[in-house]
């Protein structure tokens, strides 16, 4: 059976057996390591570690993977392992308060300076395997190839506030969530409120998704039906249709407090005095 090191190393990876770790990521500081990509801070998060544990020493390149459910781990990038350095205060500069935050706790952490290989991107995605344990996140010992899954002309999730999907798009990924991963992820991994803008009026809808399916559990609805339940959405060609996201809620967020901020944007866009709120 293949391997995941003898793959990357027949791909042109220029390290040995020995100098090569692989890295599975799961959640980090009460949040998903999926909405960590999909906020666009994983290289951050991956280059600051602990000295304690120093996971990159001793390796020239590092395969990291992201943690899937029953030990299962899918491929997100092979990096360069250039060297590290003590971590400086000017580091944090842009750093999310959630990593700010750990900090508090004034352990000194080490920065490695990685470098991703891009050429082997085409594997993100597709490339699974499975940890033997959860125990350990960086091992040296190889693994044997789980899956790698079909190339997928799907488009990549870009981040909430760009966002901007036509019904056939949004129909497109509930259609096929396996080729659409990263969509899936990083819907459910929020609620929020969302909006709706018919493109032959320019008429808008605000709507809220709450609860554990986020807003992938509410957008599934409209991937189906175009109006997803909306009394004056109904009777409207869905194929007028952008969705776009207003701003994003924790899927913990009481119904109440969500349903309130979801008023809050109505009345800012006028959806109800001239769009298609009905209440």
């Known amino acids: ?7 990357f190393q027949a791909d042109g990876l220029d390290a040995s057996e020995d100098e090569i770790k692989l890295v599975r990521h799961v959640d980090h500081l009460n949040r998903s390591i999926k909405r ?33 459910e ?8 092979a990096y360069r392992v250039r060297g590290s350095r003590p971590f400086r205060k000017s580091d944090w500069a842009g750093m999310p308060d959630w990593l700010l935050e750990a900090h508090k706790d004034k352990v000194p952490r080490i920065y490695y300076d990685l470098g991703e290989l891009t050429e082997y991107q ?16 960086h091992q040296k010992k190889d693994l044997d190839i789980y899956e790698i899954l079909p190339a ?15 019904h056939d798009s949004l129909k497109a990924i509930f ?26 009026d320019g008429k808008i809808y605000i709507g809220s998704a709450y609860g554990s399916g986020g807003l992938w559990g509410r957008w599934q609805h409209y991937a189906k039906t175009g109006h997803g ?30 349903i309130r901020i979801e008023a809050l944007e109505k009345q800012k866009h006028g959806s109800r005095a001239i769009g298609l709120n009905a209440n």
């Open 229 to 258: 339940g909306n009394t004056l959405l109904k009777g409207r060609d869905p194929k007028n249709f952008q969705w776009s996201i207003v701003r994003t809620v924790s899927t913990t967020m009481s119904e109440r407090d969500v």
């Open 175 to 200: 259609a096929d969530p396996r080729a659409h991963r990263d969509w899936q992820a990083a819907l459910k991994a929020n609620a929020g409120i969302y909006r709706i803008v018919d493109l032959s």
């Open 122 to 137: 085409s594997y993100r995605k597709r490339l699974i395997v499975q940890w033997k344990s959860t125990r350990g996140w």
């Open 152 to 166: 997928s002309v799907s488009t990549l999730f870009p981040g909430y506030q760009e966002v901007l999907l036509r």
């Open 70 to 77: 029953n030990n299962k781990a899918e491929f997100y990038g």
């Open 1 to 7: 059976m293949l391997t995941v090191k003898q793959l």
């Open 36 to 68: 960590i990509v999909a906020e666009g801070h994983f290289d951050r998060y991956q280059r600051e570690q602990v000295p304690t544990v120093n996971p990159f020493h001793r390796c020239k390149v590092i395969l990291s993977f992201l943690g899937l």
